[in-house]
T-cell receptor
């Protein structure tokens, strides 16, 4: 059973701080990794994806991938109240061309003004 | 206009009724997915389709059926709705050979009384 695990939270950070969200996965052959943000009652929206070990930055967001340790993280710098949401980690299941995404249950983030 | 649309956005129905949820996309993607989301259970895949002639069951297909009428249209049916099918339903799309990134519609909130 391929799994993606996230701490459910809630993770609470003050405005302006760095929020760190973590995700571990079980399929060592996974090649693609995604972070989505979901506001309550809304659909998931892509924040960023990462394929290679190391860091990938996009504005205030940095994704970090460590395939040897099978974890991927998301850092949010200068956190804003509007960042308060659930963050979903998704991992591409390694099944040839019949690939799907395996989803974590999400981490709830609260940014306090 | 939204790239992925879902109709209806909200629906209340009674046990035993047949319900159809529709999804349309203008992204030109070949792959389409139906998920349901329940509090604490995350996103669960119901059915997915990699092209018009390809339909696959997901992890929770019992009680559901789908139809891929065209590349741009993917419908989900509940043949005889039951209360535990009350959930938020999402359609998503992706493109073969690209990043595995999935793009979501706005969701349908279904309540079965």
């Amino acid at each position: 059973q391929k799994e993606v695990e996230q701490n459910s939270g809630p993770l609470s950070v003050p405005e302006g701080a760095i929020a760190s969200l973590n995700c571990t996965y079980s399929d060592r052959g996974s090649q693609s990794f995604f972070w989505y943000r979901q506001y309550s009652g809304k659909s998931p929206e892509l924040i960023m994806f990462i394929y290679s070990n190391g860091d990938k930055e996009d504005g205030r967001f940095t994704a970090q991938l460590n395939k040897a340790s099978q974890y991927v993280s998301l850092l949010i710098r200068d956190s804003q109240p509007s960042d308060s949401a659930t963050y979903l980690c998704a991992v591409g299941a390694n099944a040839g061309n019949n690939r799907k995404l395996i989803w974590g249950l999400g981490t709830s983030l609260a940014v306090n003004p | 206009d939204a790239d992925v649309t879902q109709t209806p956005r909200n629906r209340i129905t009674k046990t035993g009724k047949r319900i159809m949820l529709e999804c349309s996309q203008t992204k030109g993607h070949d792959r389409m997915y139906w998920y349901r989301q329940d509090p604490g259970l995350g996103l669960r895949l119901i059915y997915y389709s990699f092209d018009v002639k390809d339909i696959n069951k997901g992890e929770i297909s019992d009680g559901y059926s789908v139809s891929r009428q065209a590349q741009a249209k993917f419908s989900l049916s509940l043949e005889s709705a039951i209360p535990n099918q009350t959930a938020l339903y999402f359609c998503a799309t992706s493109e073969t050979g690209r990043t595995d990134t999935q793009y979501f519609g706005p969701g349908t909130r279904l309540t079965v009384l």
